[in-house]
Structures are given as C-alpha cells and as structure tokens.
C-alpha cells in the first residue's frame, strides 16, 4: 500500500534540549523533510517530568518555528516517553495457562513493575507463540506521568498520536525491517547507557547500566589527576587509542563494569530464546570513543559497529536520531505492527 505524502512529527524532550522532526511517507518509507533543535534550561524539565510549563509551551514553539528548511506546523505529534518514566518487561507465558492470561499479566506486572496496579497504564504485545507458550513484551508507565504530558499538550493544542518508547525509535532509525538475526542496541548517552535486545519478534527486553560517558570522563581524571574539562578533551582526543597506558586503564576499568552486564544480558537471551546475538550495534554521544567497537568486540566476542542512521546525512548531528525514529512510527506502518505503546488515559 502507498502512503505517499503523509506526514509525521516526532517530538523528543529530554531533560536539556527538544529535538522535533518532519518526515513525509514516500512509498510507504520516510524521508525528513524539516527538523530542529533547542536546549532547554534547567528545572524545566526534570527525569522526565514537567517542572516549568510555561517556558516548556515557549521552548516547543520556538523548536517549531526555527526548524529547518522550514516551519513546521503541527496538530499531531509522535512523542517518546522519557526512558526514567518507562519500563519494559518481557516473559513466557505457557501455552496451557492462556485462558488466565489476564491474570498472569497482572501477576507479572506487580512482581517486575515497580507501580501500583491502581497507577499503572500499559499495554502488551504477543510477539510469538509456539504449542508450548506465548512470547510477551509489556510496556508501561505511571498514569499521572502519561496524564501530565497528555493534558500539556492538549494545553498548547497538539494531539500526541501516540506515546512511544526512544528506544524502539532508535531502532526504526537503524533498521528498515526487524532484524534476520538477534541484535544487540546499545545506547551509551552522558549518565546511562540503555541495552535493548531485538529479535525478528521485535523488543526482547529492555534495562538500563547506570555506567556511561559521564563515568568514563571521571575516571580518566581520577587516573590523571586532571580537572573534568581537560579529562573530558582527553576522553574524546584519544579514547581508548591514547598512548597513555592511565587513560586506556580508566576507560577499559570502566567499560569492563558494562561488558560483564552484557555478558550476562547474553547468556539470558540465549537460554530464553535458544538464539545467539549476532551483532552489536553502537549509538548515543559515547559510543564515538576512539577504539570502542574493537574493544567491544573482542570482550564481547561479536560483531560491533556504530549505528549509521538510515534516514540521517552526515550532515544531521547524532541527536536527531530518536526524533526521526518517533516519526517513523507514523510513516512507515509496518513497525504498528510489532512496536507495542503506552496506551493514551
């Protein structure tokens, strides 16, 4: 089916900047047609909360109308959930219990989602089922979370089409189609780095290693007895190929604390579903450290490289990447059919 000149807004709001983007279907695929970016101040928006709606209404303004090569104007938005205001789960249910799948869900949900049943919105997915059981991801947040951004925007006239996890729109911003072979997403941002498994189902599961960018800068001043900007330029400068052996030994102290995280995430994977991980694939502001696919690779014992976003120059910063991918829900409508969303209240 053609959906050619539909379009779509993907709005993404972190704690310190707004990214929004335009993409048009052409063909039933995106393509960016405007995108923009500020920074936002602090206390306007704290782990994902709204702090300051008044400057947050003129920051969403502003995003819009400086976009570039032009204006957008938008009545419907895709928007991603900050990821502290998020959780994922994912578990096998078998085959002989589906009549009491209800029950089940709710069972799973108050042993892993650490929400009241009475406060918890979420949705699921049946990503697979055999004779022996059903293969299914939940997604959910906090109502008043979902209730707070849902009436802010009604507030400065937006309808939000949906509420996505930046996760999955990072994903739709690597991959055209769901991966053949299990892949591992990792995006190593300033102060976390979040790990998603991706099979030919969709979203196996999801976690965060509150280890990242930030750590690695401080251990390289630690090592060097260097202030935070100067071991920050380091960091950058060299990375893992520096010539001294102190900032390789800070870096690899510290990736090595995430490597044994995924060594384990590995193992898991494997006896849930079977099925070896065939690749790694890097996103987020750290994983441009000099020298960390080799590094990653060899610990890890798989093919790794940087992401290279398909809808995405190299003129187009990295930072977009989450904005275009929550687009992307509403351009290509392939990914409605396996990415699952926190339902509207």
């Known amino acids: 089916m053609c959906f050619f000149g539909k379009k779509s807004v993907g709005l993404d709001i972190a704690d310190g900047s707004i990214e929004v983007v335009l993409v048009k279907s052409v063909l039933g695929r995106g393509k960016i ?22 400057k947050l209404t003129v920051a969403i303004k502003e995003v819009m109308a400086k976009a570039t090569p032009k204006a957008i104007k938008a009545k419907e938005i895709y928007f991603g959930l900050p990821e502290s205001q998020t959780f994922v789960h994912h578990f096998y249910l078998p085959v002989q219990n589906k009549k009491n799948k209800q029950n089940f869900i709710a069972k799973e949900l108050s ?14 997915r049946i990503l697979s089922e055999t004779k022996e ?12 979370v979902v209730s707070e951004w849902l009436q802010f925007f009604r507030s400065i006239k937006l309808e939000v089409k949906s509420f996505d996890l930046e996760i999955l729109a990072t994903f739709r911003n690597l991959f055209v189609n769901l991966p053949k072979e299990p892949v591992i997403v990792l995006d190593i941002g300033s102060s976390t780095t979040f790990v998603g498994i991706f099979d030919e189902f969709g979203l196996h599961y999801e976690y965060v290693i509150n280890i990242a960018g930030n750590d690695f800068t401080k251990a390289v001043a630690e090592g060097l007895d260097l202030d935070i900007v100067k071991a920050e330029t380091e960091k950058i400068k060299t990375g893992l190929k520096s010539k001294n052996k102190k900032v390789v030994g800070a870096l690899e102290t510290e990736l090595n604390k995430i490597i044994e995280e995924i060594k384990l995430s590995l ?5 849930e579903s079977g099925k070896a991980v065939a690749e790694m694939v890097l996103v987020g502001g750290s994983s441009l450290l000099l020298g960390l696919p080799e590094y990653f690779s060899k610990a890890l014992s798989l093919q790794v490289q940087v992401g290279k976003a398909r809808l995405m ?12 991918g929550l687009a992307l829900r509403g351009a290509e409508k392939n990914w409605g059919r396996t990415d699952p969303e926190i339902p509207k209240i």
Request: net charge negative; proline share 5%; glycine share 6%.
């Open 111 to 124: 042993e892993n989602i650490p929400i009241e049943q009475k406060s918890l919105v979420y949705s699921y």
């Open 313 to 324: 120059s190299e003129k187009i910063p990295l930072f977009f990447i989450e904005a275009i």
């Open 133 to 144: 059981k059903l293969e299914i991801l939940i997604v959910a947040s906090h109502k008043e």
């Open 33 to 54: 047609e405007s995108l923009g970016r500020v920074e936002l101040g602090s206390g306007i928006v704290e782990k994902g909360r709204i702090k300051d709606p008044v």
């Open 267 to 271: 193992v898991d994977y494997k006896n």
